[in-house]
């Protein structure tokens, strides 16, 4: 089977910022993405669980994969963006199927 | 006095009080009694439902009244000076920092609707008449403190990252004000012959529903409380006696521009009231760097259950004494 190198990005933001981030995405040239919702975790702002009262403060998961050229605009958009926002982004090398679609 | 303890006093054993600290006590002991969360939300609209259609029926019914548009410039000078009275007694007794202080006065300006929803059921009960239109002017009240906060931050992330967009998405489309205003249109066009059709559901189901909703706030302003890291003894002191403070200062504009004393105990409710949905959520836009373990417990966990079984009957007999 035919596999190729991409980089997946995982990307953690807070709701009201989601759409903001999205926009990011589709300005860098990412073709398409899916987005999480969370359940639980813990942080710099203690512990939570789904269901507790956090107006704002809840987590959505974005995860694409992508080039390494698009990644990187990604990335150089997001580091300005984190300067004021809370959130999580890692890249890891993956290999894909139909990569021609991402 | 004997008659602000009866007051106190009927407050106390309503079932809507009651059952929320029930739900306190369950949260506060770490018991397993929830309200799943979409069933919280379902709750929630139609508490939205069902205020705004009655306000908009009871205002159809007495047409617009002058008091309505002073309630509403009291309304609006409350919302946008509170948070620079809240800002300036902050800075004085704690040590937060100037985002954090300025978030938390935002919550300040202002208003919880479900203490709104509270407060008018304790005036009904106790036999105080107030505008329907009130409803009008608590979505007016929900906004300007979020500017004045703004202002006191000196800017927010949210000018600098292109995100304005969002805040106002946030604030003046968020879904309860939407459904309020709405339900309150509604409610004005279709009048007495709508109500007819409404009123088990705003009436009867309405009383069940606040009771529900009220025993989830009692569980989640508890386990707020309870998983409490930053509060100090100044910030608790602040969020009991700065509602005190802003209902007085309602109190005195109201007296000075001579509303009626229902509209006039309405409004220091709302004032002396903290938002704990509506901007918690804006702040995370506006100022992300405030801290919300500071301005969300204050305002859920403490100002919202001393407004609810202590405030609200305080407020009315205060303005009682002063206005009636």
Redesign the interface.
């Known amino acids: 089977m035919q596999l190729s190198k991409r980089k997946k990005l995982e990307i953690i933001v ?1 709701a ?2 989601l ?2 981030v999205e926009t990011f995405l589709a300005e860098a040239g990412v073709r398409g993405w899916t987005v999480l919702p969370s359940l639980a975790g813990a942080g710099d ?2 512990e939570w669980r ?8 809840e987590k959505r998961l974005i995860f694409a994969l992508v080039t390494t050229e698009v990644a990187d605009r990604v990335l150089a958009r997001l580091a ?2 984190f300067a ?3 959130g999580v982004v890692a890249v890891s090398d993956v290999e894909v199927m139909r990569g021609e679609k991402f | 006095m004997v008659d602000s303890l009866q007051l106190a006093l009927t407050n106390l054993l309503t079932p809507a009080i009651l059952f929320f600290l029930l739900g306190f006590g369950a949260g506060w002991f770490k018991s397993d009694l ?1 309200v ?2 979409g069933a919280a939300k379902t709750l929630a609209l139609v508490l939205m439902l069902s205020i705004g259609f009655k306000g908009g029926v009871e205002a159809a019914r007495a047409g617009l009244s002058p008091d309505f548009l002073k309630a509403a410039g009291v309304g609006l000078t409350l919302s946008f000076g509170i948070p620079i009275i809240a800002f300036g007694v902050l800075k004085v007794i704690s040590r937060l920092d100037r985002t954090t202080a300025a978030a938390t006065a935002a919550h300040y300006g202002s208003v919880s609707i479900v203490t709104f929803v509270a407060g008018t059921e304790f005036l009904r009960i106790s036999g105080v008449p107030f505008g329907g239109y009130m409803v009008a002017v608590v979505a007016l009240m929900e906004t300007p403190a979020i500017l004045s906060a703004l202002i006191l931050a000196g800017g927010g ?1 949210a000018g ?4 304005r967009g ?1 805040l106002f998405r ?1 604030v003046a489309l968020n879904g309860s004000v939407v459904l309020l205003i709405g339900a309150f249109i509604v409610g004005l066009l279709s009048g007495d012959a709508g109500m007819s059709k409404m009123e088990v559901f705003v009436g009867p189901v309405f009383q069940g529903v606040l009771v529900l909703f009220l025993l989830d706030m009692g569980l ?1 302003a508890a ?2 409380l309870s ?1 409490a ?1 930053s509060l100090t003894l100044p910030l608790i002191a602040f969020a009991i006696c700065m509602p005190l403070l802003s209902s007085m200062l309602s109190l005195g504009l109201s007296l000075a521009l001579g509303l009626s004393p229902g509209n006039a105990a309405v409004l220091a409710i709302l004032a002396a009231s903290a938002s ?3 901007v ?6 506006a100022l ?2 405030a ?3 500071v301005y ?1 417990t204050l305002s ?1 966990a403490v100002t919202f259950p001393f407004n609810l079984v202590f405030g609200i009957p305080l407020y009315t007999a205060a303005t009682a004494a002063l206005i009636g």
């Open positions: 807070e009201p910022v759409r903001r702002s203690g789904s269901g507790d009262f956090t107006p704002g403060q300005d963006f004021d926002y809370p | 929830a799943p969360e992330a600098r990252q292109g995100l969002e946030e989640v386990r707020r998983a890291r704990y949905i509506a918690p959520a804006a702040m995370r836009i992300p760097d801290d919300p373990g969300l859920l």
